[in-house]
């Protein structure tokens, strides 16, 4: 079992929906939940981020975390076609950017459909 | 602010022969981080330094794979031999040691790989 699952897709969209993204994990531990986007031959970049369980908006990205789950979403509102990409969730344990290692789920490939 | 850069973007080499990859981190960026990406799976990381030293290289191949970072600022991944499974883009990224802004690590674009 993977310690990170993630549903590959492809998911299409029309313009303008709702788009719900998600994640399961098995380690109780992790900590620190994150989104990031992929643009085709481009490298990840930070979406969203968030320390334990609760909600966090930024703008038409809203992130959730489910500890008790152990399940993650990223909700996209008014999806846009420049939204079309792959989101990757990931997780530490620690603090990332010290010494935690990221686990990264496997991306869902996104498209908006205009 | 200039990004991680990479280089180079893309390579082709045969089986067995040897390939090395160059990062340069944003500057002030004391942890570097090699990642590989297998063509649809997230980044795995291959090894993290911290200024100098290796802060985990628990998933380096050893017996293939190396990487250094003299002088705390560059890096350099080799890969000697190439077998097919290495096909996949290797991402360097970089983070301030301990950042304010939500643990932002920030990616090159990648050396895409491909052994024939």
């Known amino acids: 079992q993977k310690e990170v699952e993630q549903d590959p897709g492809p998911l299409s969209v029309p313009e303008g929906a709702i788009v719900s993204l998600n994640c399961t994990y098995s380690n109780s531990a992790f900590q620190y939940f994150m989104w990031y986007r992929q643009y085709s031959r481009k490298g990840p970049e930070l979406l969203m981020y968030t320390y334990s369980s609760g909600n966090k908006e930024d703008g038409r990205f809203t992130a959730q975390v489910d500890k008790s789950s152990k399940y993650i979403s990223l909700f996209i509102r008014d999806s846009q076609p420049s939204d079309s990409a792959t989101y990757l969730c990931a997780m530490s344990l620690t603090f990332p950017s010290n010494t935690g290692k990221l686990i990264f789920g496997q991306g869902t490939t996104l498209q908006v459909k205009p | 602010e200039a990004g991680v850069a990479q280089s180079p973007r893309y390579k082709i080499i045969e089986k067995r022969q040897s390939v090395a990859f160059w990062c340069n981190p944003i500057?002030?960026?004391?942890?570097l981080y090699w990642y590989q990406q297998i063509l649809g799976q997230g980044p795995k990381l291959l090894i993290q330094f911290q200024n100098n030293g290796v802060v985990d290289d628990s998933q380096l191949p050893k017996d293939r794979f190396s990487a250094e970072r003299l002088k705390g600022v560059d890096s350099t991944l080799k890969i000697q031999p190439a077998k097919l499974e290495d096909s996949a883009v290797y991402l360097c990224?970089?983070?301030?040691?301990?950042?304010?802004?939500?643990?932002?690590?920030?990616f090159g674009e990648g050396s895409w790989l491909t052994v024939v």
């Open positions: 990224a970089s983070s301030l040691e301990r950042s304010s802004s939500g643990n932002t690590i920030y």
């Open positions: 500057s002030g960026h004391a942890t």
